[in-house]
Each structure stands twice: as structure tokens, then as C-alpha cells.
């Protein structure tokens, strides 16, 4: 299965993602859905501070796709965003960090379906 397969087909179609992005921990988009592009400064912020420095997380929020999130949880396993009814869910895996937001949907929902890919891609060494 490609990366691209993964964004579209165990995130995006769910329903309960609306916009996703697998980058890797060492840089670079692997995959993201149509239209969902993450700045450089974006994803070095994801890569170099989201899971190091949760502290400056928790302090200045998180930006995707030039959209400001307010943090709500900030550690070494998950960042969590929310503002209005939109949300994100940040997971690291072994090589990669999964990131999907939603909109207008329960946030329990979304954060089902981006662990369960964050478990399965940890489970086969990715």
C-alpha cells in the first residue's frame, strides 16, 4: 500500500478526517490529501518541536496550513489542537508522524481512526 493509500483510503474516507498528512520524522510529506499542504516551517515544527518541547507547544498553539490551533494536550505520544469546531490529532509512529484534523465531527471519533493507524503503522516497524 502507498502512503498516499493510507492518507486517502484509512484516514479521508472515514469521515471523520477531514485533512491528513503523513510526514516523516527525518522530513518531508510522504502523503497528504488533496489540498492539504503544510509549510516548511509547519512541518519543522512538527518534527522538531511538537514531541520535544511540549511546553512551547502548549504555549504558542500549533499552526497547519496556516490555520492556529489552541493546544489542548501536548506530550511525547500525541498533540492534540482544537479551535471552534475544528480539531487535530498529531500522532508519531516509529518513522512518521501522522497528522489529521476534523471538523464538525466528535473529537473522540477522528482520534479513534488516527490511532488506529498510528498503532498498526508501530505494529509492522513504521
Known amino acids: ?3 498516499q493509500s ?3 483510503d484509512q484516514l479521508i474516507s472515514t469521515g471523520k478526517i477531514c485533512k ?3 510526514i ?3 522530513g518531508g510529506v510522504w ?5 492539504y499542504e503544510l509549510s516548511q516551517a509547519e512541518q519543522n515544527f512538527i518534527t522538531h518541536t511538537a514531541f520535544s518541547d511540549p511546553q512551547t507547544v502548549r504555549a504558542g498553539g500549533i499552526t497547519l496550513a496556516g490555520f492556529k490551533f489552541m493546544t489542548i494536550q501536548a ?3 500525541e498533540v492534540i489542537g482544537r479551535k471552534g469546531d475544528r480539531g487535530v490529532f498529531i ?3 516509529e518513522q512518521a508522524i501522522l497528522v489529521g484534523e476534523y471538523e464538525a465531527t ?3 471519533d477522528g482520534n479513534i481512526v488516527m490511532t488506529k493507524l498510528a498503532d498498526y503503522l508501530k505494529s509492522v516497524g513504521y
Do not use: L, R
Request: proline residues 8%; aromatic residues 8%.
Open 1 to 3: 500500500m502507498s502512503w
Open 6 to 8: 493510507y492518507v486517502d
Open 20 to 22: 491528513a498528512a503523513i
Open 24 to 26: 516523516g520524522k527525518a
Open 31 to 35: 502523503a497528504a490529501s488533496e489540498g
Open 75 to 77: 506530550s511525547e505520544d
Open 91 to 93: 500522532i508519531p509512529t
Open 106 to 108: 466528535p473529537a473522540g
